[in-house]
T-cell receptor, first 113, second 114 residues
Framework: GESVGLHLPTLSVQEGDNSIINCAYSNSASDYFIWYKQESGKGPQFIIDIRSNMDKRQGQRVTVLLNKTVKHLSLQIAATQPGDSAVYFCAENIPGGYNKLIFGAGTRLAVHP | DSGVTQTPKHLITATGQRVTLRCSPRSGDLSVYWYQQSLDQGLQFLIQYYNGEERAKGNILERFSAQQFPDLHSELNLSSLELGDSALYFC?????????????FGDGTRLSIL
């Protein structure tokens, strides 16, 4: 499949380690955030979301942290596996824009055995 | 599998031509979104429909148009194609059209302009 974002920042981790992917979002009024995973040749896959009235949310092996003070979002993946290798995007929703999502540039996660 | 179906998977055509991309949303979803993904611009919102009506517009060119049909499937029409229109085009859907709802994406149509 086509490579998305050939010049994306890359995070390289060892299998079994924890991964932290960071995202700076653009608008202090944004009230909803989503993390997506995109594998080569596929569309963005929903991982986890968080509303602005929360600062942490956990899913299966993933945790999202939201720091509204500095407009920062992070995705933590526990016990990273080779299947986690992909490009990860954060997306924000600005109130009044219906459900239009503004995507970040993405981070490539490379998991090494 | 997100449940969102896009056809065709690949399209190769020439400058000046017109193409139609098709999207079937997840069962039960009323809102459809179109995004363009290119290497230099990332994922960009184009347009949103909710239950047949246009809801929001993004950076969509005048040469591009879309519609959502009564059965809720959507089509994105691209005309007078230029080399720079080569990109991945994604459709997403959500239950309703308000904010704070996750959008689920199809696997896209790769458009190549020769």
């Amino acid at each position: 499949g086509e490579s998305v974002g050939l010049h994306l920042p890359t995070l390289s981790v060892q299998e079994g380690d924890n991964s932290i992917i960071n995202c700076a979002y653009s608008n202090s009024a944004s009230d909803y955030f989503i993390w997506y995973k995109q594998e080569s040749g596929k569309g963005p896959q929903f991982i986890i979301d968080i509303r602005s009235n929360m600062d942490k949310r956990q899913g299966q092996r993933v945790t999202v942290l939201l720091n509204k003070t500095v407009k920062h979002l992070s995705l933590q993946i526990a016990a990273t596996q080779p299947g986690d290798s992909a490009v990860y995007f954060c997306a924000e929703n600005i109130p009044g824009g219906y459900n239009k999502l503004i995507f970040g540039a993405g981070t490539r996660l490379a998991v090494h055995p | 599998d997100s449940g969102v179906t896009q056809t065709p998977k690949h399209l190769i055509t020439a400058t000046g031509q017109r193409v139609t991309l098709r999207c079937s949303p997840r069962s039960g979803d009323l809102s459809v979104y179109w995004y363009q993904q290119s290497l230099d611009q990332g994922l960009q919102f184009l347009i949103q429909y909710y239950n047949g009506e246009e809801r929001a517009k993004g950076n969509i060119l005048e040469r591009f148009s879309a519609q959502q049909f009564p059965d809720l499937h959507s089509e994105l029409n691209l005309s007078s194609l230029e080399l720079g229109d080569s990109a991945l085009y994604f459709c997403a859907s959500s239950v309703e059209g308000q904010s704070n709802q996750p959008q689920h994406f199809g696997d896209g149509t790769r458009l190549s302009i020769l």
